[in-house]
């Protein structure tokens, strides 16, 4: 039984901060290549951000100098750390995995392996 979990969103100003986990359970972390990613309503699904095997981080232009990803492999838990949010930040939020190797830290969702049911972030001007 191999799942993933978001938690963390919730409505906050702009200018805000918020901190996403996603925990998994029936495999290690250290196996995959962990991405979160984004979908609000009318628009395509977006990537975010991807940690790797080696733990390199890697952003979209979009959140990149203010989202902050990272893994513990010990806990199986990945954080998305979001700062300075805006409004075009509002969406649904998705951790998912990426067991092949090498790591495409740009790879569409359509290529993942497992994903959560997202947690909601809204961003209020």
């Known amino acids: 039984q191999v799942q993933l979990e978001e938690s963390g969103g919730e409505s906050v100003q702009a200018g805000g901060s918020l901190r996403l986990s996603c925990t998994a359970s029936?495999?290690?972390?250290?196996?995959?290549?962990i991405h979160w990613f984004r979908h609000a309503p009318g628009k395509e699904t977006e990537g975010v951000a991807a940690?790797?095997?080696?733990?390199?981080?890697h952003y979209f232009d979009s959140v990149k100098d203010r989202f902050t990803i990272s893994k513990d492999n010990a806990k199986n838990i990945s954080y998305l750390q979001m700062n300075d949010l805006k409004p075009e930040d509002t969406a649904m939020y998705y951790c998912?995995?990426?067991?092949?190797?090498?790591?495409?830290?740009?790879?569409?969702?359509?290529?993942?392996?497992?994903w959560g049911k997202g947690t909601l972030v809204t961003i209020s001007s």
């Open positions: 029936g495999f290690t972390y250290s196996s995959y290549c």
């Open positions: 998912a995995a990426d067991l092949r190797l090498p790591c495409d830290p740009f790879a569409s969702f359509d290529a993942m392996d497992y």
């Open positions: 940690v790797d095997r080696d733990g390199r981080t």
